[in-house]
């Protein structure tokens, strides 16, 4: 039975795979204490921007959301927004949601302090008339805060070699999700250079852009997870695995 620490929060929903990859990467942090779970540094990207009375967007909001529920003391207003109304079924973070599409955000100039996105950039169509609005939106100062997977990542590699029908098998089989989970991706906006000239030629200013890796993709065992290790120590330029970005209007 794999027992985990106090580093990481762990969901009774999650399915074994997903606890796998959670205690693996309770393993890496001990290996390299210096390295923090992608989820963990968009928490604390947000805590150095949170501050009272917050008006926040959350960009394909989803089911849920954590930054929302950890912060909510400081948050006056948290709205998300979405393309289905299936996607947001059981969101209890959002004071509010709406349908709608995210190229043409139906809100007034300078209404947010921040707009996060968590998994959504991936499945842009197109990201810069997207940015352009998450820009449009915030106030003078406000921030953009974004998490997404490196389009060239190892495991988003293997996925384009196999296709698409063969690959959501796969995740099924080795990350336990279910096929109704894995939704169209385009990753027009995910590298770092395609992210930094989209977001600065609508006008944001970059404050951090992390490559984070996270072995715990490959680590199905403990020879794997030394594998894993291995490619990190030596190939660290390939194994990132997110992109976690902080910018300011």
Request: with cysteine; net charge neutral.
């Amino acid at each position: 039975m794999i027992c985990m620490s106090s580093y990481l929060k762990i969901d009774q929903n999650m399915t074994s795979q997903e606890k796998r990859q959670q205690y693996y990467r309770e393993k890496f942090k001990q290996v390299q204490p210096s390295w923090d779970d992608t989820m963990v540094l968009f928490l604390r990207l947000f805590g150095q921007i949170a501050k009272p009375e917050m008006t926040l967007l959350d960009l394909g909001c989803g089911r849920g959301n954590v930054v929302v529920d950890d912060f909510r003391s400081s948050i006056k207003e948290a709205i998300g927004i979405d393309a289905d109304q299936s996607a947001v079924e059981g969101n209890t973070s959002m004071d509010k949601i709406m349908i709608g599409n995210v190229e043409h955000l139906p809100f007034p100039d300078g209404h947010f302090d921040v707009v996060i996105s968590q998994w959504v950039i991936e499945h842009l169509e197109y990201p810069e008339k997207v940015f352009a609005e998450c820009y449009r939106v915030l106030k003078p100062g406000g921030s953009f805060l974004f998490v997404t997977p490196y389009a060239y990542s190892s495991v988003l590699v293997v996925k384009r070699m196999f296709g698409s029908s063969f690959s959501k098998k796969i995740l099924k089989w080795v990350y336990g999700r279910e096929e109704q989970d894995c939704f169209e991706t385009m990753y027009r906006a995910n590298t770092v250079s395609s992210l930094e000239s989209q977001l600065s030629h609508v006008g944001f200013q970059r404050k951090e852009l992390i490559q984070n890796p996270d072995p715990s993709y490959w680590a199905f065992n403990d020879f794997f997870f030394r594998i894993a290790l291995f490619f990190e120590k030596y190939f660290s330029k390939h194994t990132v695995m997110h992109l976690v970005g902080l910018y300011r209007k």
